[in-house]
């Protein structure tokens, strides 16, 4: 689980007070006690109405799809990420990390969804999330197509 404490959801609050998406997902965050994976899928199963008894979550699969923007060999994101991670007071820098998470083409998100997405990326770090999800070799050793040493 990972989670943001009550004063990194006010914090947060104070940088981003004009963002109405910004406020609906940190009042998500609190109503789930910071826990931003809980947080993530209530979010999507509410925006997509998509049932819970599926193997994989929204969740999972909306981030693996983002893993394969942000991780890929673009790194444009990633340079906004240590941007903001060197002056983490800037609302700007924040702001501009939730509308190009918003603008990349292959993953359509809600403005809430990303502002969540954005605060678990630089609260773990975009290394971190890489690597996390990141496809698991096979029972056989296997990596996944594109994964390979």
Same mark, same amino acid.
């Given at each position: 689980?990972?989670?943001?404490?009550?004063?990194?959801?006010?914090?947060?609050?104070?940088?981003?007070?004009?963002? /109405? %998406? !910004?406020?609906?997902?940190?009042?998500?965050?609190?109503?789930?006690? #910071?826990?931003?994976?809980?947080? &993530? =899928?209530?979010?999507?199963?509410?925006?997509?109405?998509?049932?819970?008894?599926?193997?994989?979550?929204?969740?999972?699969?909306?981030?693996?799809?983002?893993?394969?923007?942000?991780?890929?060999?673009?790194?444009?994101?990633?340079?906004?990420?240590?941007?903001?991670?060197?002056?983490? /007071? %800037? !609302?700007?820098?924040?702001?501009?990390?939730?509308?190009?998470?918003? #603008?990349?083409?292959?993953?359509? &998100? =809600?403005?809430?969804?990303?502002?969540?997405?954005?605060?678990?990326?630089?609260?773990?770090?975009?290394?971190?999330?890489?690597?996390?999800?990141?496809?698991?070799?096979?029972?056989?050793?296997?990596?996944?197509?594109?994964?390979?040493?």
């Amino acid at each position: 689980m990972t989670q943001l404490s009550t004063d990194e959801i006010r914090y947060y609050r104070e940088v981003l007070p004009d963002d /109405a %998406s !910004a406020q609906e997902a940190l009042t998500k965050l609190e109503q789930n006690n #910071g826990d931003i994976d809980a947080c &993530l =899928d209530e979010i999507l199963l509410e925006k997509f109405s998509a049932p819970k008894d599926y193997q994989k979550s929204l969740r999972e699969v909306t981030l693996k799809r983002l893993r394969k923007e942000l991780c890929g060999a673009d790194e444009s994101f990633r340079t906004k990420v240590q941007e903001y991670k060197k002056n983490p /007071a %800037s !609302a700007p820098l924040l702001s501009a990390l939730i509308v190009s998470l918003l #603008g990349m083409s292959g993953v359509p &998100l =809600d403005p809430t969804i990303a502002t969540i997405i954005v605060l678990y990326i630089v609260h773990i770090g975009i290394d971190i999330f890489c690597e996390y999800t990141e496809p698991d070799a096979d029972a056989s050793g296997n990596q996944p197509p594109g994964n390979q040493p």
